[in-house]
């Protein structure tokens, strides 16, 4: 060997032995994180001399700082970020020093991108939250230090900046650290260590600064370079979220995933959480071959003494320390969508490798990140946090938040967008009463049917306020009615008398409206019941559900198709009227959307021809496919 090649090796060996930290900058817009991150690489020497001479390029382009280099575009590579002169989406930058390896998260100021800082604060073990000396503790720094507390990061840096825009002031760095320390004392942050810095010049940056002589404490890298963050995953239970069953061959049946806490070895006794089936570990295979022992951040294949069926979503978890499973649970939610939350409204519900449909059942508050205050409310807008109960339509393993980002962190999908709408950290699981069972019936669904002489099904009509929907499913039950079927009909401003008494009509009383009326249509079903349901029910979202509720082919969307236009002409009722002077708020089609079904079974319009002539066919159609 070489003495090149033993150098190259001795110095990877180095690399690897190396600590490793991710942090992550935030805090209010333009209070120079992208400035910071560009000074670390910049004075840690790990640009290379063609970055250098761009940074110069753009810097006379797009730079803030007049004739100096604008650090911050080391990082705002957006060509927005850079016309803006801020952050808009996450940056990540690896940078090494000869004591540790770092990544950091250069995460956007603007209240609007919070979503974008919570995605960075949700991997990285610490955060420095900067405030510029000029303006101290603001709205977002305040939003920022809550959400970082609420992602378990325990120890935070509070990096006063542009202190050289104030003098380099004892007094004002005092005045801010202590209003942060107030405002987070009741966050449990493990440490807060305050630095007066200035990013732009690089003072208490690397080094200490001969600027500030009555600052005691450390500068930032040295500080970086020496905190403790372990968590020591590894000396945690075992968990490890099954992402992919491997069967190459009929001799082997292998579980892959990565241990997300725990150490596992040959011969250990685990369960499969959900299902409560023990067995005991036979393998660990690698891509270097089987080891003796795995450990937290491990990506492995594991193999089972006994036949169990596992697959992807299932967690694999020590016998000895099980997590907890459920179907209820109470968490922290940050609300990540310009699309309101609703409770009642179904998600998609992304928990380790498992995804399931779910519902927030339950707002118990929203969070005042000024004063932390809890207040109430109903719904969540974009970048609100509350906390909530959710429930699931199965029950998934999992650990509190504070014991395991990996079993205890989820995502709220929109389940027509697939877009991710919300961030969430449970906080404990909810029990149902135990005394709560389903009873076994002796007359099942199909006899009820049979005896009718029909299969059981629920005709549901949508569309605007004046469309005719009640008209036409009227008489459709009168034609089904003479002919002897049992019918049943839920109107919507019937069951508004009773049932639904108490709910408005905000999109969350909306929402929580179908939701009851669908649960009574499938009621109906279940005694064998033709229901006709005439609902404005204006959001696919909610007709989904319903549709969900019973089995493939117990659900006819009939969409009543008739232009606002005509409905507003016959407003049978007065509202449009009402609606367009502003008497009434929230009244579909006028301040409150309609979103049309996509792929109806039947499509209608009242405008072109009678009721009776619509009745008769959809009559019709009942009887081509054996309904009636």
């Known amino acids: 060997m070489s003495a090149v090649e033993a150098d190259l090796k001795a110095y990877l060996a180095a690399q690897e032995k190396k600590s490793f930290l991710r942090f992550l900058t935030c805090g209010s817009v333009d209070d120079g994180k ?61 940078f090494a020093t000869d004591k540790r390896k770092f990544i950091v998260a250069d995460t956007p100021g603007h209240e609007q991108y919070t979503r974008n800082m919570a995605t960075g604060a949700s991997n990285s073990d610490l955060a420095v939250i900067l405030i510029d000396a000029r303006k101290g503790v603001l709205t977002q720094t305040r939003r920022h230090a809550y959400i970082v507390s609420l992602l378990g990061i325990r120890h935070v840096v509070l990096a006063v900046n542009k202190i050289d825009l104030v003098d380099f002031s004892e007094t004002v760095f005092r005045t801010i650290v202590a209003a942060f320390e107030s405002f987070a ?84 006794v685990v369960v499969v959480a959900k299902s409560g089936r023990t067995s005991s570990v036979t393998r660990i295979v690698t891509m270097d071959g089987d080891v003796t022992e795995a450990v937290a951040g491990e990506a492995v294949t594991i193999t089972l003494a006994d036949e169990i069926d596992i697959s992807r979503g299932d967690v694999i978890a020590a016998a000895s320390a099980r997590p907890e499973v459920t179907d209820q649970f109470a968490a922290h939610l940050i609300w990540m969508a310009d699309e309101e939350m609703l409770p009642g409204r179904p998600y998609m519900l992304k928990l380790g490798t498992a995804t399931v449909p779910a519902q927030i059942t339950d707002l118990k508050y929203k969070t005042d990140v000024n004063t932390l205050a809890h207040n ?39 389940r027509f967008s697939n877009a991710t709408v919300g961030a969430g950290m449970i906080d404990f699981g909810l029990r149902r009463a135990t005394n709560v069972h389903w009873q076994a019936l002796d007359v099942a669904k199909s006899s009820r049917a049979g005896l009718k002489g029909q299969r059981p099904v629920i005709l549901w009509f949508t569309g605007l306020s004046g469309s005719g929907k009640s008209t036409v499913a009227n008489l459709v039950e009168r034609a089904l009615f003479a002919e002897g079927k049992h019918t049943y009909m839920l109107d919507g401003d019937n069951v508004r008398h009773g049932l639904n008494r108490d709910l408005g009509f905000t999109d969350a009383d909306r929402v929580e409206n179908i939701r009851r009326v669908a649960e009574a249509a ?46 507003m002409q016959r407003d049978p009722k007065g509202l449009y009227q009402k609606a367009m002077a502003g008497e009434i708020k929230n009244f579909t089609g006028i301040d409150s959307p309609y979103e049309a079904p996509e792929h109806p079974e039947l499509t209608i319009n009242t405008a072109e021809a009678e009721p009776a002539s619509h009745a008769a066919a959809i009559v019709a159609y009942l009887k081509e496919a054996g309904y009636v």
Not at 209 to 230: C, H, K, N, R
Not at 238 to 261: K, Y
Not at 542 to 566: C, N, S, Y
């Open 376 to 414: 109430a409310g109903k719904t969540l807008h974009l970048n609100e946090v509350g906390y909530a109960n959710l429930s699931l339509t199965q029950p998934l393993a999992f650990d509190a938040y504070r014991e395991n980002r990996d079993m205890g962190g989820f995502v709220l999908i929109d």
């Open 185 to 268: 004392k009741p966050l449990g942050f493990a440490s807060i260590t305050p630095i007066p810095l200035s990013a732009r010049f690089g003072d208490n940056v690397i080094a200490k600064s001969a600027q500030m002589p009555w600052f005691e404490g450390p500068a930032l890298l040295p500080y970086l370079e020496t905190i403790d963050v372990s968590t020591a995953l590894a000396d945690k239970p075992f968990r490890m979220p099954v992402q992919w069953v491997n069967r190459p061959n009929l001799d082997f049946r292998g579980f892959a995933g990565t241990i997300v806490s725990g150490r596992v070895r040959p011969g250990d």
């Open 522 to 567: 499938k009621l109906f079903v279940d005694a064998g019941t033709i229901v006709l349901v005439s609902f404005i029910s204006p959001f696919r979202s909610e007709r989904r559900m319903a549709r969900e509720l019973v089995e493939p082919g117990e659900f006819i969307e009939i969409f009543v198709d008739t232009p606002i236009e005509v409905c």
């Open 34 to 94: 992208s400035t910071l991150i560009g000074r670390l690489l910049y004075d840690t020497k790990l640009l290379f001399e063609d970055q250098l001479a761009a940074l110069e390029k753009d810097s006379k382009k797009h730079g803030t700082t007049g004739d100096d280099i604008d650090f911050a575009l080391l990082v705002d590579g957006l060509e927005a970020e850079r016309e803006q002169g801020i952050t808009i989406d996450v940056a990540y930058r690896f």
